[in-house]
């Protein structure tokens, strides 16, 4: 089987998720400048089978688009232009953050490691595969 990658996508950095090849359990793959997400993501398809993309959705909460959503259309437009053999699904992402950093602080990290906004983002796109894996 292949790998499933998740992206919680941000303005200026975006947190990466990716599962086992069994696709069983979802793990913080790293958190990329976002300038530079789509050759992150070519160099990394090109050393793993990766078989689908899953992308954040960021939601109101009435369930209505977001305002970060505007960024992302124009970054989904690319990474399908750039990669068009990989399938993206979108994935409702609220809360995510909020989850992230109530883990960190269970996870017993310090103060200032939970200020680590790079390590909020992974956890995210974490989140947002395991919300994934636990939905198919």
Known sequence: ????????????RTGLAITDELQIIASGLTTVNTKELIPFLKDYIAKEHVELFVVGEPKQMDATASESEALIIPFLQKLTKAIPQIPVIRVDERFTSKMAFQTMIDGGLKKKQRKNKALIDEISATLILQSYLYSK
């Open 1 to 12: 089987m292949a790998r499933i990658l998740a992206i919680d996508f941000g303005k200026v």
